[in-house]
């Protein structure tokens, strides 16, 4: 890969001919239409926060060097950011007025206010810049490589870069668009920031799982695809099938295995109201440690307790247990709590009250022991609190 090293640009000539919409995707260029600021295998924009873009203009204030930039020359001559997109949009923003910066004074300036010889400081600011020249794989593998300070590129960011083209971009608008009026609903199923590519890494992962390939192997053999609709379709289903089942909305419900979920239940027939009335009462349990886990145990028809975490005997649970153990150590005369009774003590034969004891797993709960009644057994409060987790 060949580079060129320029110094003689400034902000003044990248900024000159900078267009930003707002709406995602839609494509940032400069330097007179020359350059290209965000291609198809950059992120979105991300520095808009009030601070990292700010920084960027106090840095310029202040005479500060914004580090290397790189722009990579296409085969039809034109440049694109290879790296600094985030650092040339943010003064580019500024100085066509799309965000303002608090002065010294605790004043609020934009650009177009601030003095004469402050705007000629940012403008005439002189920028470092590698202009680098390759093919394809010389410049995402340099992209990867430089990509590894500052704001790391996540797994999706990644992919999105390698395998850049068609399908990437058609993906983008629908599941990396912060525009788009159904992130909202997607938001309460799915963690994760829609400009990060968190929407578009689940909607592949739950498609992929469902055809059994791997993220990499789909994204290359559609990468030139200029339909996504196998991708939408799949993802629409599991989340209608999702906000069906349950009518209700709960913060824990967000980031849960919605598309496992969907392959294993979703051809079974459920009463919504029943699904509705058991959430919720099981939500309502104080005993229940995994509130999560309770949406897998009622598709599930609830008979995996252990994904509840439930680790408190219930009261009926616990008097069963008791009068089991009492009726059998006075037939032996023993003490009813079994640890006790192993013991050459004065505690040997006691019967001890049912507000004495304490439930206890005969079978560890971290074991594997069920918060059952064949796994219940009542110790004395003494030996319950010493026994732990054996």
């Not at 709406?23 to 239409?33: A, I, N, R, S, T």
């Not at 040339?88 to 010294?104: A, E, H, N, P, Q």
């Amino acid at each position: 890969m060949k580079t060129i090293l320029h110094t003689e640009w400034t902000v003044a000539d990248i900024c000159k001919g900078f267009t930003y919409n707002e709406l995602e995707g839609k494509g940032l260029f400069g330097l007179d239409g020359r350059l290209t600021i965000q291609p198809e295998y950059q992120r979105h924009y991300i520095y808009n926060d009030g601070k990292r873009d700010v920084a960027v203009i106090e840095s310029l204030l202040k005479g500060y060097p914004i580090g290397l930039l790189y722009f990579n020359r296409t085969i039809d001559g034109r440049l694109e950011v290879l790296d600094g997109q985030q650092r040339i949009t943010s003064f580019g923003r500024f100085v066509t007025g799309k965000f303002s910066i608090v002065d010294s004074n605790n004043c609020v300036q934009f650009f177009s206010g601030l003095p004469t010889e402050l705007q000629q400081l940012i403008l005439n600011s002189p920028l470092l810049i590698f202009e680098c020249e390759g093919d394809e794989k010389e410049i995402k593998e340099w992209f990867k490589t430089i990509n590894i300070v500052g704001i790391p590129l996540n797994d999706q960011e990644l992919l999105n870069a390698i395998y850049s083209g068609e399908f990437v971009n058609a993906a983008k608008r629908v599941f990396s668009n912060s525009q788009n009026a159904e992130v909202q609903k997607w938001s309460h199923y799915i963690r994760g920031d829609v400009k990060r590519q968190d929407f578009l890494a689940e909607a592949l992962k739950w498609i992929c799982a469902n055809k059994k390939k791997n993220i990499d192997a789909y994204m290359s053999s559609h990468r030139h695809d200029t339909s996504i609709n196998e991708l939408v379709c799949y993802f629409d289903d599991v989340i209608n099938w999702v906000s069906t089942t349950f009518t209700m909305v709960n913060r824990d419900m967000c980031g849960l295995e919605w598309g496992r979920l969907y392959e294993q239940y979703h051809n079974i027939p459920y009463s919504i109201d029943y699904i509705s009335d058991r959430v919720q009462a099981l939500q309502s349990d104080d005993s229940i440690k995994c509130h999560r886990n309770i949406y897998e145990y009622v598709l599930g028809g609830e008979k995996d307790k252990m994904l509840l975490e439930i680790r408190i005997f219930e009261e009926s649970t616990k008097k069963a247990a008791y009068y089991r153990q009492t009726e059998d150590a006075m037939k032996k005369g023993t003490s009813n709590c079994p640890l006790c009774a192993m013991e050459d003590n004065a505690n040997k034969t006691r019967i001890y009250k049912l507000e004495e004891m304490d439930a206890d797993h005969v079978t560890a709960w971290s074991k594997g022991g069920a918060t059952s009644i064949d796994n219940c057994q009542m110790l004395c409060r003494t030996h319950n609190r010493s026994k732990g987790n054996r």
